[in-house]
Nanobody, 117 residues
Framework: VQLQASGGGLVQAGGSLRLSCAAS????????MAWYRQAPGKQRELVAR????????NYADSVRGRFTISRDNAKNTVYLQMNSLKPEDTAVYYCNAAHAITRGAYWGQGTQVTVSS
């Protein structure tokens, strides 16, 4: 599966952004999808995850209540709605697909999110 992330940018603290990740090349609903992020000098961390059918989600404690992950299997796209953004949310955000059976994992190219104070 190929993943193309978009929607990053520069926003002031308290603002919102919506990231999108479009998938191609395979049956989208068989993949659990996730967003990760990596800030300069830090390890990549899980932000949010959603099951193949969209019925199960989980979030990092740092974003719970501010970020919402969703997916549209008809459009082969996963979204990350980010509200009440903070400077510490600044990072490169990566889309990840994990096959539900084989556990094979795929990564998108990353999109930069910068939150100014």
């Amino acid at each position: 599966v190929q993943l193309q992330a978009s929607g990053g940018g520069l926003v002031q603290a308290g603002g919102s952004l919506r990231l999108s990740c479009a998938a191609s090349g395979s049956i989208f609903s068989i993949y659990h999808m996730a967003w990760y992020r990596q800030a300069p000098g830090k390890q990549r961390e899980l932000v949010a995850r959603i099951s193949g059918g969209g019925g199960s989600t989980n979030y990092a404690d740092s974003v719970r209540g501010r970020f919402t992950i969703s997916r549209d299997n008809a459009k082969n796209t996963v979204y990350l709605q980010m509200n009440s953004l903070k400077p510490e949310d600044t990072a490169v955000y990566y889309c990840n697909a994990a096959h539900a059976i084989t556990r094979g994992a795929y990564w998108g190219q990353g999109t930069q999110v910068t939150v100014s104070s």
